[in-house]
């Protein structure tokens, strides 16, 4: 099948956009346009403006925007054919013919999905019968009301080998089979059986509210809990949310959506008027049902049990979302409290106890530093190795460059900050000699104000030979063309130190003038540099001093530039206070003062390692 631009614009033609929108939103006349209090998210004074001529929606509060299609495919929650085949029909235009293999698909699932709905009306009506007396009382016990009964469609498999067989005779063994609704046995000769027997039944829907599925829960002992219907023509477990349907729109209101682990406590938070959630389908969660998740909301919020099941789930779903992850989108997690799901939650303490929980749910990133820091003690250098080869690991299993880099510097400032060697008190106090005292500068106005805290003293000491030449040139090219770092990094630059004095020079020049408060544009770095003779090393403002980073490339993303530029300061920051370390332990071996140097050097000495791979991977990303 082939939509060309020119149907897909005459089907946008033939639907008045303010008639589809009005059927599920109340609007009201604005002009020539209609407005209304947006439905994807809460808001209390309409931003929501549909404009007929130009045959769009925009909301100025959150910012959804599209067209009929749009509509259909984010209000309703509906695949983009599926989208277009009912407003073709709502509007009388043909869509595009299928190919016959497509066609014929098309055709043998909308047979199977009439079968589906006999088999989901029988179960409902099994229910209310008197061999269903135990399974209502299930699900009286478990809190669940008959008008929510009737919302999920809950329904009853009698414990019977041919009950449902003889109840749709009329659709034949075959589709029944191909349903998942009867097994045929193997050994020829022998009757098809049902499937479901003794079990409350729980209808999985597609997209567009239609049957594809059901989960069985047997009533008492007995294996397994839950049965699934097997993978069919309709149904594709790995790429199936429970509850997505009901969940694509509520969560577009709510602004949120919730992943729990049973079809229980789906329904359970449906009964506190929480109503967008999904559960996978007694599986962890798969790549194709985290997309699903992130068209719905790029934040997810996935709720385990506090179990140790239930963080292993949390672990598995880390796993598969860590390729996938990329700015803005990720995943957020509720830890329940020991032994309680969310029905039992929501028993003890209704909805307000859930929305408690719900309102700071933990970071992705959080998660993981919690899961691997407790995943073994953490009393031997090799053991600290070996989380730190772990969390690296996790942030190189990122597939975009910009989060992966994110999540390496994280969690080696994580590192750093949990193994750190207590500092003395004269690195605390700014010198063996006394106690520390700002030093004062002038700002624009001519007040006084204090300036940065000077380096740790064996850094400056140690660093006396300063960073070399062309890294000093790049650095100093960079905030030429990016004097915004400049005063973002104000303090970190002055603890560098240039191994050139008139290089160092321009650097100390520009660290005071973003602390005095000057203009650092154009015009002011080029009075900076001309007062400590700037100009004559580096040349004018913005011209480029070699291709060794990406903030010294005229064509670079300004973004990008900036960021890479703050990161390499911080990096050789970093690196002269390593150094620094390392002298001091190495002087402690030799002196034999301290039993642990050896073991401090060699620590130090491997993130020394991680700082110089860190720089290299900066100048190999800039050709990208």
């Known amino acids: 099948m082939t939509l060309s631009p020119a149907w897909l614009d005459e089907l946008r033609a033939r639907t008045l956009l303010s008639a589809l929108i009005g059927k599920s939103t109340k609007l009201q006349r604005a002009g020539r346009e209609w407005k209304a209090c947006c439905p994807f998210h809460n808001e209390k004074s309409p931003s929501f403006t549909v404009n007929d001529d130009k045959g769009f929606y925009h909301c100025f509060g959150c910012g959804a925007h599209g067209d009929a299609i749009r509509w259909m495919t984010d209000q309703r929650g509906l695949p983009f054919m599926d989208a277009v085949k009912e407003l073709a ?29 006999q088999a989901e009306g029988w179960f409902v009506e099994q229910l209310g019968r008197a061999e269903g007396a135990h399974a209502r009382a299930y699900l009286q016990k478990r809190g669940i009301s008959d008008a929510l009964a009737r919302q999920f469609r809950i ?6 080998r041919t009950g449902l067989r003889a109840a749709l005779k009329e659709a034949g063994d075959d589709k029944l089979v191909e349903c998942g609704l009867l097994i045929r046995p193997e050994e020829g000769g022998r009757e098809p059986y049902d499937r479901f027997r003794g079990r409350l039944m729980i209808p999985i829907r597609d997209a567009r509210g239609r049957t594809i599925a059901f989960g069985g829960r047997i009533l008492g002992d007995g294996e397994p809990k839950y049965l699934n219907s097997p993978e069919t023509v309709l149904f594709d477990k790995g790429r199936t949310l429970f509850n997505l349907d009901k969940a694509a729109a509520a969560s577009r209101k709510a602004d949120r959506v919730i992943v729990v682990e049973g079809y229980m406590d789906v329904i359970a938070l449906a009964g506190a008027d929480i109503e967008e ?13 985290l997309e699903r998740l992130w068209r719905m909301d790029p934040q997810p919020i996935l709720c385990f049990d506090g179990d140790n099941a239930g963080q292993k789930a949390a672990v598995r779903a880390i796993g598969r979302a860590l390729p996938f992850l990329a700015p803005g989108r990720t995943l957020r997690f509720l830890t329940l409290p020991q032994g309680q799901d969310p029905d039992d939650v929501i028993r003890s303490g209704g909805r307000k106890a859930m929305e408690t929980l719900l309102e700071t749910p933990e970071p992705l990133v959080d998660r993981l530093w919690r899961h691997e820091e407790a995943a073994l003690p953490l009393d031997t250098p090799e053991a600290r190795a070996g989380l730190k080869q772990r969390l690296t690991e996790h942030s190189r299993a990122i597939a975009d460059r910009d989060v992966s880099s994110q999540y390496f510097n994280e969690f080696r400032e994580r590192i750093d900050e949990k193994f750190a060697s207590p500092r003395r008190d004269w690195q605390l106090r700014g010198g063996a000699g006394g106690t520390f005292r700002p030093r004062k500068v002038q700002d ?31 650095i100093l090219a960079g ?43 154009d015009e002011g770095i080029s009075t900076i540099l001309l007062r400590v003779g700037g100009l004559d090393l580096l040349g004018k403002p913005g011209r480029a001093n070699g291709l060794a980073f990406s903030f010294q490339r005229g064509n670079a993303d300004p973004e990008r530039a900036r960021r890479d530029l703050g990161e390499v300061i911080d990096v050789m920051v970093r690196r002269s ?13 030799a002196d034999g003062t301290d039993e642990h140097a050896w073991e401090e050097q060699q620590h130090l000495q491997r993130e020394k390692l991680e700082t110089e791979r860190r720089l290299s991977e900066l100048r190999e990303q800039a050709e990208f």
């Open 277 to 289: 959630a999904v559960a996978p389908l007694g599986t962890a969660l798969t790549e194709g049902q």
């Open 444 to 474: 624009r106005r001519g007040r006084w104000v204090d300036a940065p805290p000077p380096p740790h003293a064996a850094t400056r000491a140690l660093n006396q030979t300063g960073i070399g030449g062309i890294e000093a040139r790049a």
């Open 89 to 117: 029909q709502a509007a009388g235009m043909e869509v595009p013919a299928q190919d016959p293999l497509a066609r014929e698909k098309a055709e043998r699932a909308a047979t199977l999905h009439d079968v589906m709905a």
């Open 155 to 160: 329904g009853f498999a009698p414990d019977t």
């Open 577 to 589: 206070e390593l150094d620094a370390r390392i002298a001091e332990a190495t002087a402690r071996l």
């Open 479 to 521: 905030l030429i063309r990016q004097p915004a770092v400049i005063g973002d990094h104000a303090e970190p630059l002055s603890h560098l130190h240039f191994a050139d004095p008139a290089l160092d020079r321009v650097r100390t020049a520009l660290v005071e003038a973003a602390w005095r408060g000057e203009a650092l544009e």
